[in-house]
C-alpha cells in the first residue's frame, strides 16, 4: 500500500500537494492513512481513489476543475440544489483544493459506486471530442436505473423552472438559453471571417474547411428566426443544469440507441406531469433538439477559432475536421412520431 505522498504519482497532474493536504483533512490520521487502489476515469483529470484509515476504507472520487467551473459545481452541490430540496441528487462535495497558483481546483466526492448509466470506459487516448453526444450509444437502459435517472432530470427541471435563483445562477454558471443559439452563430461568423482580416497564412484544404463552416452557420442564422419562435412556443422555461430543456433532453437522448428514445421522452413527459406540468401539443421535437445540438456545434467551433487567432493551429483545425464531419452527421434524435409540447 502506498500513502498519501503517493497520490497520483506519475499522472502529471497539477495541485496533487493541495490534494494530499485535503485528503490528509479526511482522514483521522494523515501520517497513516495509506491508499489501496488508484483508477483514472472516463473523462480527463478524474480519479477513484481508495483510503484505509484507521481500520476502515473509504472511495472518493477527485476532480481537476478550472477555478470557474469549480466555483459553479460548488454552489450547485452546496447551494442551489439544497435550496430546492434536492440536495440528494448528487454526491455530496466532502473538499475542495485550490492549487496555489491559482491553475485548477480539485474536488472530492463521495464515491457513490457503479450509479453510472455510461458504459464501459474508453480506452486511454480518446479525446473529449470523441466521447461526446454524438459518438455512439454508450448508456446503460436497465429500466430501473433508466427510470431513476429520467425522474431526477424531471425534477431538478420542475423545481428550478423560472426560480428566483437562476439569476445567480447565470451570473455564475453559463447562461444556455435560446438566445444561445444567435449570439453563438453571430460569434462564430465573426471569428471566421477575421482570419481573413489578420492575414493568417492558412493551406487551401484547410481554408475550404473554413468556408464550409462560415455557410453552416450562415444557414443557420438564416433560420433563426423560425427556431427562436419555436423555442419561445415550445422550448419551456428556463431552468437549471444546462438551461434550455430541449438542450439537456436532445444530449440525454443522444447516448442511447434511437428506437429507445421516444419511450424515454415519454417517460420524462409523464413525470413532469406528476409534477403539474401541462403538455399541449405542436412541439417539433426534433427541431428544438436539433437546435440545440447545431449551437453546441457552433459554440465549439466559436472557441476553436479563438485559438486560430491566437496563432495555435494544429489542434484546432484537427477538432473543426471533427466539428464538419458531425455536422454531416446530425439527424433527427427521435423517429418520426408523437410531438408534444411543454408549457
Same mark, same amino acid.
Given at each position: 500500500?502506498?500513502?498519501?505522498?503517493?497520490?497520483?504519482?506519475?499522472?502529471?497532474?497539477?495541485?496533487?500537494?493541495?490534494?494530499?493536504?485535503?485528503?490528509?483533512?479526511?482522514?483521522?490520521?494523515? &501520517?497513516?492513512?495509506? /491508499?489501496?487502489?488508484?483508477? &483514472?476515469?472516463?473523462?480527463?483529470?478524474?480519479?477513484?481513489?481508495?483510503?484505509?484509515?484507521?481500520?476502515?476504507?473509504?472511495?472518493?472520487?477527485?476532480?481537476?476543475?478550472?477555478?470557474?467551473?469549480? $466555483?459553479?459545481?460548488?454552489?450547485? +452541490?452546496?447551494?442551489?440544489?439544497?435550496?430546492?430540496?434536492?440536495?440528494?441528487?448528487?454526491?455530496?462535495? @466532502?473538499? +475542495?483544493?485550490? %492549487?496555489?497558483?491559482?491553475?485548477?481546483? *480539485?474536488?472530492?466526492?463521495?464515491? @457513490?459506486?457503479?450509479?453510472?448509466?455510461?458504459?464501459?470506459?474508453?480506452?486511454?487516448?480518446?479525446?473529449?471530442?470523441?466521447?461526446?453526444?454524438?459518438?455512439?450509444?454508450?448508456?446503460?437502459?436497465?429500466?430501473?436505473?433508466?427510470?431513476?435517472?429520467?425522474?431526477?432530470?424531471?425534477?431538478?427541471?420542475?423545481? #428550478?423552472?423560472?426560480?428566483?435563483?437562476?439569476? %445567480?445562477?447565470?451570473? #455564475?454558471?453559463?447562461?444556455?438559453?435560446?438566445?444561445?443559439?444567435?449570439?453563438?452563430?453571430?460569434?462564430? @461568423?465573426?471569428?471566421?471571417?477575421?482570419?481573413?482580416? /489578420?492575414? /493568417?497564412?492558412?493551406?487551401?484544404?484547410?481554408?475550404?474547411?473554413?468556408?464550409?463552416?462560415?455557410?453552416?452557420?450562415?444557414?443557420?442564422?438564416?433560420?433563426?428566426?423560425?427556431?427562436? $419562435?419555436? @423555442?419561445?412556443? #415550445?422550448?419551456?422555461?428556463?431552468?437549471?443544469?444546462?438551461?434550455? /430543456?430541449?438542450?439537456?433532453?436532445?444530449?440525454?437522448?443522444?447516448?442511447?440507441?434511437?428506437?429507445?428514445?421516444?419511450?424515454?421522452?415519454?417517460?420524462?413527459?409523464?413525470?413532469?406531469?406528476?409534477?403539474?406540468?401541462?403538455?399541449?401539443?405542436?412541439?417539433?421535437?426534433?427541431?428544438?433538439?436539433?437546435?440545440?445540438?447545431?449551437?453546441?456545434?457552433?459554440?465549439?467551433?466559436? *472557441?476553436?477559432?479563438?485559438?486560430?487567432?491566437?496563432?495555435?493551429?494544429?489542434?484546432? #483545425?484537427?477538432?473543426?475536421?471533427?466539428?464538419?464531419? *458531425?455536422?454531416?452527421?446530425?439527424?433527427?434524435?427521435?423517429?418520426?412520431?408523437?410531438?408534444?409540447?411543454?408549457?
Amino acid at each position: 500500500m502506498e500513502t498519501l505522498h503517493d497520490l497520483l504519482a506519475g499522472a502529471g497532474e497539477v495541485g496533487v500537494r493541495e490534494l494530499r493536504d485535503a485528503l490528509g483533512d479526511l482522514c483521522s490520521d494523515a &501520517k497513516t492513512a495509506r /491508499i489501496t487502489a488508484q483508477q &483514472k476515469l472516463r473523462r480527463p483529470h478524474i480519479y477513484r481513489i481508495e483510503i484505509a484509515d484507521d481500520g476502515v476504507t473509504r472511495s472518493v472520487i477527485v476532480k481537476r476543475l478550472s477555478p470557474e467551473i469549480a $466555483q459553479r459545481n460548488e454552489r450547485v +452541490v452546496r447551494e442551489w440544489l439544497p435550496a430546492v430540496g434536492l440536495e440528494d441528487a448528487g454526491p455530496p462535495l @466532502l473538499g +475542495v483544493a485550490a %492549487e496555489r497558483t491559482g491553475q485548477c481546483v *480539485w474536488h472530492i466526492y463521495r464515491d @457513490l459506486g457503479d450509479c453510472s448509466l455510461a458504459g464501459a470506459d474508453p480506452t486511454d487516448g480518446v479525446t473529449e471530442l470523441d466521447v461526446g453526444f454524438l459518438s455512439k450509444p454508450a448508456f446503460d437502459s436497465d429500466p430501473e436505473r433508466l427510470y431513476d435517472a429520467v425522474a431526477t432530470i424531471a425534477r431538478i427541471h420542475a423545481r #428550478f423552472a423560472e426560480h428566483p435563483l437562476l439569476a %445567480e445562477c447565470r451570473l #455564475f454558471g453559463r447562461d444556455l438559453g435560446s438566445h444561445l443559439f444567435t449570439t453563438t452563430l453571430r460569434d462564430g @461568423l465573426l471569428g471566421l471571417r477575421a482570419l481573413d482580416a /489578420i492575414g /493568417i497564412k492558412i493551406p487551401y484544404e484547410r481554408r475550404v474547411l473554413l468556408v464550409r463552416l462560415r455557410q453552416r452557420l450562415e444557414l443557420l442564422l438564416q433560420e433563426q428566426p423560425h427556431r427562436m $419562435q419555436l @423555442l419561445a412556443d #415550445f422550448g419551456g422555461p428556463a431552468t437549471l443544469l444546462h438551461g434550455a /430543456i430541449s438542450y439537456d433532453l436532445s444530449n440525454f437522448l443522444a447516448h442511447f440507441p434511437r428506437a429507445e428514445r421516444q419511450s424515454i421522452l415519454d417517460a420524462y413527459i409523464r413525470c413532469l406531469e406528476e409534477l403539474g406540468w401541462r403538455f399541449t401539443p405542436g412541439a417539433d421535437w426534433n427541431l428544438l433538439f436539433d437546435t440545440a445540438e447545431c449551437a453546441r456545434l457552433a459554440n465549439t467551433v466559436v *472557441w476553436r477559432v479563438v485559438a486560430l487567432t491566437k496563432g495555435q493551429t494544429d489542434w484546432p #483545425f484537427d477538432d473543426l475536421v471533427l466539428l464538419d464531419e *458531425w455536422f454531416d452527421k446530425l439527424e433527427p434524435v427521435l423517429p418520426p412520431q408523437t410531438k408534444e409540447a411543454v408549457q
